[in-house]
T-cell receptor
Framework: GQNIDQPTEMTATEGAIVQINCTYQ??????LFWYQQHAGEAPTFLSY????GLEEKGRFSSFLSRSKGYSYLLLKELQMKDSASYLC?????????????FGQGTELSVKP | DTAVSQTPKYLVTQMGNDKSIKCEQN?????MYWYKQDSKKFLKIMFS???????INETVPNRFSPKSPDKAHLNLHINSLELGDSAVYFC??????????????FGDGTRLSIL
C-alpha cells in the first residue's frame, strides 16, 4: 500500500532550528516534495528531492534517503511566520500518470 | 497575475443540489489536478488531466465529473451533493516533462459546505 508518515505536531522557538521527519512506503518513487500550508490557504511548494542527499534553499533544506524511505525538512532561524502545516508528498510514478501522495501534515507552532 | 485561480472561494449549499467549481491556470502547464482536503487536513488526489485527457481517476463517486475544455481549464461538477462532500477542494497544475517530477502549483481552494 501507500503510506506516508510524519509527526502530527511540533513546537519550536523563534530563532531555533527544527527538523520535520517523513517516512514513506509507496509502490513507486519519482521524487519527494515538501509543501507549506498556512491555515485557510493553498499549499505552496518549498523543496523537492529526487536523488539522495541534501537540497538547500535559503533557510529551508530537505534531505532524502531512498534506501531508507526517509526524508526531512530542516528549517533554520525560525520566524513566527513559519508557523504552518508542512506536508510531505511522494510522487509515485515518473510518467504522466504519476500522482502526489500526501502525508497528513505536521503542524508547526513557533513560539517567541 | 494569479497563477492558478479557482471559483468560487466559498460554496454553501443544500444536500442533493448540483454545483460546479471552476479552475483556470495561466502558467502554460499541460497537467491539471483536483484534490480534496478533508477536516483532518489530508490532501487526496481525485483527478488529473493532461492536455485535456483524463490521466488519473482515483476512486471517486461518479457524482463527481471533471471537464477540461482546454489545457488551461479544469472544472469539477458535483451531482447530488452529500454531507460527506464537505471539504476544501484544491485545483493544481504542473508541467510534466516525461519523467522529471516538477512541482505542482495550487489554487486557493474552494470551501464547500453542505447543509
Amino acid at each position: 500500500g501507500q503510506n506516508i508518515d510524519q509527526p502530527t505536531e511540533m513546537t519550536a522557538t523563534e530563532g531555533a532550528i527544527v527538523q520535520i521527519n517523513c517516512t514513506y512506503q509507496t509502490s513507486g518513487f519519482n521524487g519527494l516534495f515538501w509543501y507549506q500550508q498556512h491555515a485557510g490557504e493553498a499549499p505552496t511548494f518549498l523543496s523537492y528531492n529526487v536523488l539522495d542527499g541534501l537540497e538547500e534553499k535559503g533557510r529551508f533544506s530537505s534531505f532524502l534517503s531512498r534506501s531508507k524511505g526517509y526524508s526531512y525538512l530542516l528549517l533554520k532561524e525560525l520566524q513566527m511566520k513559519d508557523s504552518a502545516s508542512y506536508l510531505c508528498a511522494v510522487r509515485d510514478q515518473g510518467n504522466q500518470g504519476g500522482k502526489l501522495i500526501f502525508g497528513q501534515g505536521t503542524e508547526l507552532s513557533v513560539k517567541p | 497575475d494569479t497563477a492558478v485561480s479557482q471559483t468560487p472561494k466559498y460554496l454553501v449549499t443544500q444536500m442533493g443540489n448540483d454545483k460546479s467549481i471552476k479552475c483556470e491556470q495561466n502558467l502554460g502547464h499541460d497537467t491539471m489536478y483536483w484534490y480534496k482536503q478533508d477536516s483532518k487536513k489530508f490532501l487526496k488526489i481525485m483527478f488529473s488531466y493532461n492536455n485535456k485527457e483524463l490521466i488519473i481517476n482515483e476512486t471517486v463517486p461518479n457524482r463527481f465529473s471533471p471537464k477540461s475544455p482546454d489545457k488551461a481549464h479544469l472544472n469539477l461538477h458535483i451531482n447530488s451533493l452529500e454531507l460527506g462532500d464537505s471539504a476544501v477542494y484544491f485545483c493544481a497544475s504542473s508541467q510534466d516533462f516525461g519523467t522529471d517530477p516538477l512541482p505542482q502549483h495550487f489554487g486557493d481552494g474552494t470551501r464547500l459546505s453542505i447543509l
